[in-house]
């Protein structure tokens, strides 16, 4: 030992025979090696730590004492337990704790570009973005992207995970320009770097569709999500789920267009991949029987727009909350119904359900709750109960103006209502 860095070290370990959990053998007469005396342990044997001393005064020779444990040891387990609540990914505050802890030690011990930092920023943003705080999210998830726009090549896959979950942040905050930005610029990493078909390229036109329908531009929501059924159909089995999602997709934007007819078509395509996959109760099948439903609404079909519609209350009824929003959508689907049949007594019923859960668990500015104020509006409408008509229709009139562009097909709706009303009062 001519390093002065290096020390010499006895393991001394004491085994008790008895416990059936942790099997040894000896094996010195099998060794490859004769006259070693060797024993084998399983891989999976715990030793508990016992002294640590020098030898002999020399402090470079060392003695640790080990003693085997079994799986019942009591402090064993407790460690156990520990280990797995602390890694439980739903215990978010804890796993937050955890992550700004080695932030704080990180933070001093590397440079401010090195990627385990971004690693770490990118992981506390997630923590942040799952428990819906956007805005700590969205600064943790910018911290990342800036170390690795500095360390990584521009079409590294890295920088795209990057761009799409800062995307996804923006879309969750309602700021759907600069989310269009960021799912674009993670589409042109990807176009740069994957064959033409890569079904990572069809997330992205998904994503891009998705936000080019939140700002009502139909036209180029149908294309990217058309670009990104056709990768499906090349890469997927013909009953995959991200093949129904991809119909799905594609129906609600025909449905918007007042194309009836292809939206039925998509939306029962989808419909049929899903009664192969899933259980009878999945809240997927429920949103396909809401799609079903609202299209034979508008083509005046209304028996089997009630048919399809309650299927999907009854699946959400057994599988939600009493308060989730995606219950409202149903009371909302088949109020809807009710109203074109001039049923009024049904259709306030339904859409007072709807509100009273928007009310409950949505933001005040959420354009859900306008067009809830929008549907009451025009009950009161027709009924000739103009005052009550006027005071919905303000409603969603004020949030649309505060959250949508002023020539989205929803805002410029819910003004005409206003307008109409205030002509006949």
């Known amino acids: 030992m001519e390093s002065s860095d290096l020390v010499s ?46 030898i002999d005064g020399n402090n470079r020779l060392w003695q640790v004492e080990l003693t085997m444990t079994s799986e019942n040891d009591p402090d064993l387990h407790a460690l156990t337990e520990q280990i797995r609540e602390e890694t439980e990914e739903s215990k978010g505050w804890l796993r937050l704790g955890t992550f700004m802890k080695a932030l704080n030690i990180l933070q001093i011990t590397l440079p401010s570009n090195h990627p385990d930092l971004a690693t770490l920023y990118n992981n506390i943003g997630s923590v ?22 500095k360390v990584f090549p521009s079409t590294d896959p890295i920088l795209t995970t990057s761009y799409n979950n800062i995307g996804a942040i923006y879309e969750n905050m309602i700021d759907y320009s600069n989310a269009l930005s960021f799912y674009q610029k993670a589409l042109e990493c990807k176009q740069k770097t994957l064959p033409s078909n890569h079904p990572d390229l069809a997330t ?44 799905n997709h594609i129906g609600l934007i025909y449905a918007k267009m007042g ?16 009664q192969q996959n899933l259980p009878s109760n999945d809240p997927n099948l429920a949103t396909s029987y809401n799609n079903i439903g609202s299209v034979y609404d508008k083509m005046g079909d209304y028996s089997n727009a009630l048919l399809s519609h309650h299927k ?20 909302n689907n088949i109020g809807s119904v009710y109203d074109n049949m001039g049923d009024y007594s049904n259709v306030l019923l339904f859409y007072q359900n709807a509100l009273k859960i928007y009310q409950q668990s949505l ?14 509006g025009l009950v009161y409408n027709d009924m000739g109960d103009y005052s009550n008509a006027l005071s919905f229709f303000e409603r969603a009139v004020e949030i649309g103006q505060h959250l949508l562009p002023p020539n989205h097909p929803s805002l410029q709706l819910w003004k005409k209502n206003l307008e109409s009303v205030k002509r006949q009062m």
């Open 128 to 149: 942040h973005a799952k428990m819906s705080d956007y805005s700590n999210a969205l600064t943790y998830h910018q911290e990342a992207l800036e170390i690795y726009q």
């Open 259 to 274: 194309d009836y007819s292809n939206a039925l078509s998509y939306y029962q395509k989808a419909l049929e991949i899903e």
């Open 9 to 54: 070290i006895l393991f001394v370990m004491k085994i008790d025979p008895s416990l059936a959990s942790t099997p040894f053998a000896d094996i010195r007469n099998v060794s490859y090696f004769e006259g070693e005396e060797e024993i084998l342990f399983s891989m999976n044997s715990i030793f508990r730590i016992g002294p640590i001393k020098q």
């Open 312 to 331: 999907a209350l009854k699946i959400k009824q057994k599988t939600l909350p009493p308060n989730h929003p995606d219950l409202a959508t149903s009371y």
């Open 363 to 376: 933001p005040s500015n959420h354009p859900d709750l306008a067009s809830s104020y929008n549907n009451i």
């Open 204 to 247: 992205s036109y998904n994503n891009i569709g998705c936000v080019y329908d939140n700002i009502g531009d139909y036209a180029n929501a149908l294309s990217s999500h058309h670009e990104a059924l056709k990768i499906y159909e090349k890469t997927l089995p013909s009953n995959h789920p991200d093949l129904a999602t991809s119909y």
